[in-house]
């Protein structure tokens, strides 16, 4: 599975951008989908991550982005509004699959990574 994410920018704090990654390849062998990001000087985190039935977000996250996808088109999406400076990363998508609720999202795919800067 081949992951390219694109979308990334200078945004103004306050301010929305929507970031996406087209998966291509085995899609088949895939059912979940997320979003991480890696901060300047810090570990990698989770933003937000799907799969058919399943969703989850990051506390940071929570009411202020919305992950989506769309089948038909293999693409994932993250909206997110209201940005703040700490916002600011790379965000980078990821290809797995979700395996219940005990062992949860597990990644074997991840994509190049957008970054994003949030500042005035």
């Known amino acids: 599975v081949q992951l390219q994410a694109f979308g990334g920018g200078l945004v103004q704090p306050g301010g929305s951008l929507t970031l996406s990654c087209a998966a291509s390849g085995s899609i088949s062998s895939i059912n979940a989908m997320g979003w991480y990001r890696r901060a300047p000087g810090k570990q990698r985190e989770l933003v937000a991550e799907?799969?058919?039935?399943?969703?989850n977000y990051a506390d940071s996250a929570k009411g202020r982005f919305t992950i989506s996808r769309d089948i038909a088109k293999n693409t994932l999406y993250l909206q997110m509004n209201s940005l703040k400076p700490e916002d600011t990363a790379v965000y980078y998508c990821s290809a797995g699959y979700y395996a219940g609720r005990y062992y949860g999202f597990l990644y074997d795919y991840w994509g190049q990574g957008t970054k994003v800067t949030v500042s005035s």
């Open positions: 799907m799969s058919d039935d399943t969703t």
